[in-house]
T-cell receptor, first 111, second 115 residues
Framework: DAMVIQNPRYQVTQFGKPVTLSCSQT?????MYWYQQKSSQAPKLLFH???????NEADTPDNFQSRRPNTSFCFLDIRSPGLGDAAMYLC??????????FGPGTRLTVL | AQSVTQPDIHITVSEGASLELRCNYS??????LFWYVQSPGQGLQLLLK??????LVQGIKGFEAEFKRSQSSFNLRKPSVHWSDAAEYFC?????????????FGTGTKLQVIP
């Protein structure tokens, strides 16, 4: 089945230690998104790629970066995780126009 | 900028009872509207969407939603709730900006189903 895959599902890192989260898709969608979702809150868009064009939300901290080496893969890099970055990170994809398809998420714990 | 309001943070219904989750949106043009469901520790699954056309939209798992422009609402309904419907439900509005669709989510409604 075509889908959005996120690895790992659970990630534990130490305060200040860089971490990378991975997202891949088999849907061949041209847009990929990264969201941060904290407990009992709505998903918050961090940034998205429209093909190779990167678009950062104005309030996304500089600590968060992203890479999209090809259509299928997108990475979220957190350069120096703080305790406040502990959250569920959701990857989504879409065509334009179209609804977004979400992966299962990566739960990040910062110790 | 678009926005979404889900006035009910938490709803409890009995299994077999009907369900209506409220959603109000704010957007200057014709909106793209969505309902997503999220089970604990999982990603979001699309239940249904409205882009245009018939204002009563059928979705998966027996859900439907009705777009009412005059009330800026897109309420989600199900005639008979099952225990497996217990989850968090997010209403969302999408708007095109710079060639992509930015989706704004409501704060969610947690549904509890009691036997």
């Amino acid at each position: 089945d075509a889908m959005v895959i996120q690895n790992p599902r659970y990630q534990v890192t130490q305060f200040g230690k860089p971490v990378t989260l991975s997202c891949s898709q088999t849907l061949n969608h041209n847009v990929m998104y990264w969201y941060q979702q904290k407990s009992s809150q709505a998903p918050k868009l961090l940034f998205h790629y429209y093909d190779k064009d990167f678009n950062n939300e104005a309030d996304t901290p500089d600590n968060f970066q992203s890479r999209r080496p090809n259509t299928s893969f997108c990475f979220l890099d957190i350069r120096s995780p703080g305790l406040g970055d502990a959250a569920m990170y959701l990857c989504a994809t879409s065509r334009v126009p179209g609804e977004q398809y979400f992966g299962p998420g990566t739960r990040l714990t910062v110790l | 900028a678009q926005s979404v309001t889900q006035p009910d943070i938490h709803i409890t219904v009995s299994e077999g009872a009907s369900l209506e989750l409220r959603c109000n949106y704010s957007y200057g043009a014709t909106p793209y509207l969505f309902w997503y469901v999220q089970s604990p520790g999982q990603g979001l699954q699309l239940l249904l969407k409205y882009f245009s056309g018939d204002t009563l939209v059928q979705g998966i798992k027996g859900f439907e939603a009705e777009f009412k422009r005059s009330q800026s609402s897109f309420n989600l309904r199900k005639p008979s709730v099952h225990w497996s419907d217990a989850a968090e439900y997010f209403c969302a509005v999408g708007a095109y900006s710079g060639g992509y669709q930015k989706v704004t989510f409501g704060t969610g409604t947690k549904l509890q189903v009691i036997p």
